[in-house]
């Protein structure tokens, strides 16, 4: 699941090239994600899903959130990361579980 700020929103959710690798497919309901697949191939390190964000127009316009800091070329940088990856659950092969906390701990990176 993706926790956004309230000034970002989800437009589209695409399979990342770790998913598309191992020959995987990826299903979203909204901020929920799931990852399947039915065959045997671990999903490599690397990307698992490429979100396509719309942002708010006050944010676009004269009204920017403190949360923002605007540089010179006009970019929104974030001061903090504020996508966030929440309830991952992962399981090997066998079915059993994986530890993917410390994935879930890792900043989101934009352009």
């Known amino acids: 699941m ?23 497919t990826l299903v979203c309901n909204g901020a929920k994600c799931i990852v399947y697949g039915l065959n045997r ?8 899903a490429v979100l396509k964000m ?14 923002f800091k605007y540089e010179s070329h ?5 001061k903090k990361p504020e996508i966030q990856v929440a309830d991952l659950v992962a399981v090997s092969l066998d079915g059993k579980a994986i530890n993917a906390a410390e994935a879930a701990g890792k900043k989101a990176k934009g352009e």
């Open 54 to 67: 719309r942002v708010d127009e006050g944010l676009a316009g004269g009204k920017r959130s403190k949360q």
């Open 74 to 78: 006009g970019r929104a940088r974030m």
């Open 41 to 48: 191939t671990t999903i490599p390190n690397g990307t698992i």
């Open 2 to 24: 993706f926790r956004l700020p309230p000034s970002l929103h989800i437009v589209g959710i695409e399979p990342g090239k770790a998913v598309k690798e191992a020959g995987k």
